[in-house]
Nanobody
Framework: QVQLVESGGGLVQPGGSLRLSCAAS????????MGWYRQAPGKQRELVAA??????WFANSVKGRFTISRDNAGNTVILQMNSLKPEDTAVYYC?????????WGQGTQVTVSS
């Protein structure tokens, strides 16, 4: 089992920044990928950024604005979001996964509005 706890969401004006943090505990050795999804009202959940094996992946909509980082042990994954836009408003979820398992955090709300 892996437990994930997100923090760092909130309300920010367009052009602003937020930093989301995901703290993981449990059987992290089973995990081969970790990242962030988001789900806006009325839309499907989408992958935003991830570490997949040794590589990073970003959705086209966030390239150049978001970065993802992690500690060496994989216990913490950070999503730094800059130049935020109203269309970035969503619930953001941390996910750790492998071919056999997937674990989700509870989600944190990000609202970009003036």
């Amino acid at each position: 089992q892996v437990q994930l706890v997100e923090s760092g969401g909130g309300l920010v004006q367009p052009g602003g920044s937020l930093r989301l943090s995901c703290a993981a505990s449990g059987s992290i050795f089973r995990i081969s990928a970790m990242g962030w999804y988001r789900q806006a009202p009325g839309k499907q959940r989408e992958l935003v950024a991830a570490f997949i094996s040794a590589s990073t992946w970003f959705a086209n909509s966030v390239k150049g604005r978001f970065t993802i980082s992690r500690d060496n042990a994989g216990n913490t994954v950070i999503l730094q979001m800059n130049s935020l836009k109203p269309e970035d408003t969503a619930v953001y979820y941390c996910k750790y996964w492998s071919h056999e398992y997937e674990y989700w955090g509870q989600g944190t709300q990000v609202t970009v509005s003036s």
